[in-house]
């Protein structure tokens, strides 16, 4: 053994020389964990990829259950003044069979994302179809509205924190395309909504259980502050005096934990001819 070869340690045992980094061979790194190489990538065998996620063994006795897509809620409500009844197809299937003007169907959960609404008549033909988004966990109204050529769809978030506190909650929205602006008054002369105008939907406000007469009106009167929630009404006010504003009204049992809504719909070609549909959420 030449001295380029070996050398004596202190404890004069030999060992081999390794060479340096760089000249070819494996180098010892006393840090590091020894590890077997993979071949590159088309030299067969396994080839770690690190954006590849490896599946995952479970243990025995424990149960795997795959992630679902998310899913989201949707129905449907016919408010296209003037026209027969409507079939909804949600992508390539059915999702509401003959709605009649002023009907409104259940809740059916899709997932969550974009999907095609499509609105025919009894004869097959197309009103409209168009792309909405759905969002994962938000339940959704999809309208059929008027327009000035014919119809739209107009999506309804539903979602309503829950009133607690044994509250119920209510809100009002108008869909009447023939109506101004209107307030939404009790008749103890509180506004509890100003100027709601044609495809705006109001926020949810929280309501004490109890019976509620609801008018529908032109005036200019101050809304309530935004804020402030719907106290009970003395039921003396109830049917007593109703202003001469007045374009429709409507009563309402409030129950705690039921979410309301009501609408207002065309209910003729002249100005301000209208009707109400309520909506209960329980």
Not at 180 to 203: H, S
Not at 228 to 244: H, K, N, V, W
Request: hydrophobic share 35%; net charge negative; aromatic share 10%.
């Amino acid at each position: 053994m030449d001295e380029q070869d070996a050398r004596y340690d202190p404890a004069g045992e030999p060992v081999t020389l390794l060479p340096n980094p760089g000249e070819g061979g494996p180098v010892y790194d006393p840090g590091a964990e020894p590890v077997v190489p993979l071949p590159n990538p088309g030299e067969g065998g396994p080839v770690y990829d690190p954006g590849t996620l490896l599946p995952v063994c479970p243990q025995p006795g424990i149960v795997v259950t795959p992630v679902r897509p998310r899913a989201a809620s949707v129905r449907f409500l016919h408010a296209g003044y003037g026209y027969g009844p409507f079939r909804m197809r949600l992508d390539n299937a059915a999702a509401a069979g003959w709605l009649g003007y002023g009907q409104i169907s259940g809740y059916q959960r899709i997932t969550a994302g974009y999907h095609t609404v499509t609105v025919t008549g009894r004869d097959g033909y197309i009103y409209i179809q168009k792309t909405l988004p759905f969002s994962a966990g938000t339940p959704v109204t999809v309208a059929v509205v008027n327009t000035a050529g014919g119809l739209d769809l107009l999506e309804i978030t539903d979602a309503c924190c829950p009133a607690g506190n044994g509250l119920g909650s209510f809100r009002a929205g108008n869909l009447a395309r023939n109506s101004g602006p209107v307030d939404v008054l009790l008749p103890d002369g509180r506004t509890v909504y100003a100027d709601v105008r044609f495809k705006e939907i109001t926020p949810f406000k929280r309501i004490r259980p109890g019976r509620y007469q609801f008018l529908f009106s032109d005036t200019d009167l101050t809304p309530m502050p935004a804020w402030l929630d719907i106290e009970t009404l003395d039921s003396a006010f109830i049917g007593a005096y109703i202003p001469p504003e007045t374009l429709a009204e409507t009563t309402l049992e409030v129950r705690a934990g039921v979410h309301y809504t009501v609408y207002l719909l065309q209910d003729g070609t002249q100005r301000n001819v209208v009707r109400t549909l309520t909506v209960a959420d329980y």
